[in-house]
């Protein structure tokens, strides 16, 4: 089974931007995506990207955030523009429908 890693994440003030990314142990050949978990609050997706580019964003971040891969690295990212407090949350990258769960990267936002 592939592994994936997800870094990048950190703490940054309202309004900037971070650029997550995940490495996969493998070759990644479904579509992949990013899910986030905010404090109390139930594991939800933030956007995803077919094998061939396609892409979907959840709608609390539909033109600020922009999800991307690179098949022949075995890397997908996340770029995170216009961030809000409300972005707070762990980020984590898998396959869509998901599968293991790694350990997830913080993103902290202050106002």
């Known amino acids: 089974q592939v592994q994936l890693l997800e870094s990048g994440g950190g703490l940054v003030q309202a309004g900037g931007s971070l650029r997550l990314s995940c490495a996969a142990s493998?070759?990644?050949?479904?579509?992949m995506a990013w899910y986030r978990q905010a404090p109390g609050k139930q594991r939800g997706l933030v956007a995803h990207?077919?094998?061939?580019?396609?892409?979907y964003y959840a709608d609390s971040v539909k033109g600020r955030f922009a999800i991307s891969r690179d098949n022949a690295k075995n890397m997908v990212y996340l770029e995170m523009n216009s961030l809000k407090p409300e972005d707070t949350a762990i980020y984590y990258c898998?396959?869509?429908?998901?599968?293991?769960w790694g350990q997830g990267t913080q993103v902290t936002v202050s106002s």
């Open positions: 898998n396959t869509l429908p998901w599968s293991t």
């Open positions: 493998g070759s990644i050949f479904n579509t």
């Open positions: 990207i077919t094998r061939i580019g396609s892409t």
